[in-house]
């Protein structure tokens, strides 16, 4: 083989070798803008969002239905009773507690009862007499002396009932429960009996200066006398 065809040779071998590079270099590059082409596709991006929103979804359902058995197991396995039992007890007692104070509200019942018939009894008493006192005024067999005295009985009668009403209400005022004045014939002496828990010193000289001011009676005639359930009540404090 002479000089030349060598040298074509050769040529046509480096040609052969540079085309085979070149097109191997194609089919790389064109294999690289496939890549790019499927990672820069948007309905593909789409598709990998939906997938992981739905994973999304599955996750957060199943988070939720494990919180729904396990509190459900909690509820089954708990008493629910347990913290509403001591307000239940509570209102029980309370309940026992009223029932308990039954017998005070008795013995209040009773005595408002005493105070209400003494004022009854009271009441009674004097209209009586004021009945007895007007028919001598208005009779004509009497004297006028009669009459006379009669009419100031009346007039007496009268203004003992109004003392005792005033006494009353200034005594109740004082923190008494109940309270009932008697004044007798002459106003020369009165009863005073109160409804009282403590009947102090204090108390009883209030009571001694109200009933002196309305009758003008003196401080030894006023007689200030405590209801016999809190007397009683007293001694068996006092006793114990």
Do not use: H
Not at 35 to 41: P, S
Not at 81 to 108: M, W, Y
Not at 182 to 205: G, K, Q
């Amino acid at each position: 083989m002479s000089k030349e065809e060598l040298n074509d040779f050769e040529l046509e071998q480096q040609t052969m070798i540079e085309n085979e590079n070149k097109t191997e270099n194609e089919n790389n590059d064109s294999l690289f803008d496939g890549e790019n082409i499927v990672k820069e596709n948007p309905d593909d991006k789409k598709d990998r969002k939906k997938r992981k929103k739905f994973i999304g979804t599955v996750v957060a359902f199943a988070l939720v239905l494990a919180v729904g058995v396990v509190g459900n197991w909690y509820y089954e396995n708990t008493d629910a009773s347990s913290p509403i039992q001591p307000l239940l007890d509570s209102a029980a007692q309370k309940t026992l507690g009223k029932a308990e104070l039954v017998d005070a509200t008795t013995t209040v019942i009773e005595e408002n009862s005493y105070f209400s018939s003494a004022r009854v009894e009271r009441q009674n008493s004097r209209d009586a007499a004021l009945e007895k006192l007007q028919a001598v005024v208005d009779s004509a067999d009497e004297s006028e002396e009669a009459k006379k005295a009669a009419s100031e009985k009346i007039a007496q009668i009268s203004a003992s009932i109004s003392n005792e009403n005033k006494i009353e209400t200034l005594v109740c005022a004082k923190g008494v429960k109940n309270c009932i004045a008697v004044i007798n014939e002459d106003s020369s002496r009165v009863d005073v009996i109160v409804d009282t828990d403590d009947l102090s010193d204090t108390l009883i000289m209030q009571i001694k200066d109200i009933a002196m001011a309305q009758t003008g009676c003196s401080f030894e005639n006023v007689s200030i006398v405590q209801s016999s359930s809190q007397s009683n009540a007293q001694q068996s404090t006092d006793t114990e």
